[in-house]
């Protein structure tokens, strides 16, 4: 699809977009643009401006310059049809209601929200409808804030930490929703601090440091604009100095004996390695993985910025 096709008929669209808390750029110029149907995940250390970006696709907060759309449409209008549902962080549950009387208390704001049974149903928490919120674990008040987004039946899902709190078995499970949710042809775009989740779910990842985009495109992307390769091996416990002395070598992580090594030049890394540590045994060259690429592009930031 050519580029002015999926501007014109964007999910979102950022053109230009600053927020400045006094000398402290939250968010520095960001250009974005989501096509209908994907699934785009947000990364980036805290203070990166991630949190800011998507308060202002919301409505929350107003850019100090540039522009949102959300379908071509402001972003309050947006919201205000139902055609985005959020699911942030900390969002508050009424105490006194049952979980099925949160979520439709939401749906009666919304002039075309789907069932509440429905709403429940997607979030697998048809058994929780009548359990009062302060009865539920975390991992299951996340499921409910899920729902409480679903209701309305929106075109667009924004996600802040959607599987805080949330066990192995049970963000399998939200991630399983998930899809079955964008298999209707919607669009999601969240943010997460699980890198494996963006490395498996996400058709898309837009890394964000210091209130700019550093890279945007598929997994396999913005691996390779980190560069370089990780060599695993086991070595002796107390190589770290040698290896940290090698040629190439642009991080390490040593556990158990055994040896996470990221380079940018793998053959030279091996090389010095070998002639260093010639007991190091049960070696592995790999493409470096989404979290040394987070790694790599992430760490340069010297301005100050806020989440």
């Given at each position: 699809?050519?580029?002015?096709?999926?501007?014109?008929?964007?999910?979102?669209?950022?053109?230009?977009?600053?927020?400045?808390?006094?000398?402290?750029?939250?968010?520095?110029?960001?250009?974005?643009?989501i096509?209908?149907?994907?699934?785009?995940?947000?990364?980036?250390?805290?203070?990166?401006?991630?949190s800011?970006?998507?308060?202002?696709?919301?409505?929350?907060?107003?850019?100090?310059?540039?522009?949102v759309?959300?379908?071509?449409?402001?972003?309050?209008?947006?919201?205000?049809?139902?055609?985005?549902?959020?699911?942030?962080?900390?969002?508050a549950?009424?105490?006194?209601?049952?979980?099925?009387?949160?979520?439709?208390?939401?749906?009666?704001?919304?002039?075309?929200?789907?069932?509440?049974?429905?709403?429940?149903r997607?979030?697998?928490?048809e058994?929780?409808?009548?359990?009062?919120?302060?009865?539920?674990?975390?991992?299951?008040k996340?499921?409910?804030?899920f729902?409480?987004?679903?209701?309305?039946?929106?075109?667009?899902?924004?996600?802040?930490?959607?599987?805080?709190?949330?066990?192995?078995?049970?963000r399998r499970?939200?991630?399983?929703?998930?899809?079955?949710?964008?298999?209707?042809?919607?669009t999601?775009?969240?943010?997460?601090?699980?890198?494996?989740?963006?490395?498996?779910?996400?058709?898309?990842?837009?890394l964000?440091?210091s209130?700019?985009?550093?890279a945007d495109?598929?997994?396999?992307?913005?691996?390779?604009?980190?560069?370089?390769?990780?060599?695993?091996?086991?070595?002796?416990a107390a190589?770290?100095?040698?290896?940290?002395?090698?040629?190439?070598v642009t991080?390490?992580?040593?556990?158990?004996?055994?040896?996470?090594?990221?380079?940018?030049?793998s053959?030279?890394?091996?090389r010095?390695?070998l002639?260093?540590?010639?007991?190091?045994?049960?070696?592995?060259?790999?493409?470096?993985?989404?979290?040394?690429a987070?790694?790599?592009?992430?760490?340069?930031?010297?301005?100050?910025?806020?989440?």
């Amino acid at each position: 699809m050519r580029e002015q096709d999926i501007t014109a008929g964007a999910a979102v669209r950022l053109s230009g977009l600053r927020k400045h808390y006094g000398d402290v750029h939250a968010v520095d110029g960001v250009d974005l643009t989501i096509a209908p149907g994907e699934v785009v995940a947000l990364l980036g250390p805290n203070g990166a401006g991630k949190s800011t970006t998507v308060d202002m696709i919301l409505g929350l907060s107003v850019p100090d310059s540039g522009t949102v759309t959300v379908f071509g449409r402001e972003p309050g209008d947006a919201v205000g049809d139902g055609m985005i549902g959020a699911m942030l962080q900390g969002g508050a549950l009424v105490e006194d209601l049952t979980v099925a009387e949160t979520v439709g208390m939401v749906a009666a704001l919304h002039r075309k929200p789907m069932p509440v049974r429905d709403a429940l149903r997607r979030a697998g928490i048809e058994d929780l409808a009548n359990r009062r919120s302060t009865r539920l674990s975390g991992g299951q008040k996340q499921r409910v804030r899920f729902a409480v987004a679903l209701v309305s039946d929106p075109d667009l899902l924004i996600l802040d930490e959607p599987t805080a709190a949330m066990d192995v078995g049970t963000r399998r499970e939200f991630w399983k929703s998930m899809y079955e949710y964008t298999n209707t042809g919607r669009t999601v775009l969240f943010a997460t601090h699980y890198l494996e989740e963006a490395e498996e779910f996400a058709d898309r990842v837009v890394l964000m440091r210091s209130g700019r985009i550093v890279a945007d495109g598929s997994v396999a992307q913005v691996r390779a604009l980190a560069g370089g390769r990780t060599i695993r091996a086991v070595v002796p416990a107390a190589a770290e100095p040698v290896i940290a002395g090698l040629p190439a070598v642009t991080g390490l992580e040593l556990r158990g004996g055994r040896a996470a090594i990221s380079s940018s030049d793998s053959d030279a890394t091996l090389r010095a390695l070998l002639a260093e540590i010639p007991e190091a045994h049960d070696i592995e060259i790999g493409a470096v993985g989404l979290e040394g690429a987070f790694l790599s592009l992430t760490t340069e930031a010297t301005e100050e910025t806020v989440r």
